[in-house]
């Protein structure tokens, strides 16, 4: 794992999957819930993906020596997309082998 800001993190796909999936209800509800069909929030899925693909392709060198301090030299985007990734649990930390 790479250290990002003196933390290690990783990318929780069932976050993102409960955030982009709609349920939503057949026409009859007497029909059991395997019948249920789900649907995804384009906006929602687009708006996650262009965050996760800005975070990822960030140029910027980091010193981690420095820790946060480093963080100043960071894009503008990069640090809106990773403080909305924390803020909705997309991204969380690495805890000693325990996600």
């Known amino acids: 794992m790479l250290k990002v800001l003196g933390e290690k993190y990783y990318i929780d796909f069932s976050e993102i999957e409960s955030l982009i999936n709609i349920k939503t209800q057949g026409s009859n509800p ?25 975070v990822i392709t960030e140029r910027e060198e980091i010193d981690e020596a420095l820790g946060l301090h480093s963080a100043e030299k960071l894009s503008i985007p990069f640090k809106f997309a990773f403080n909305t990734l924390l803020r909705y649990n997309i991204l969380k930390i690495f805890n000693n082998g325990k996600y």
């Open 30 to 54: 007497d029909v059991d819930e395997s019948n249920e069909e789900l649907t995804i929030n384009i906006v929602s899925y687009d708006i996650i993906k262009m965050m996760i693909e800005v």
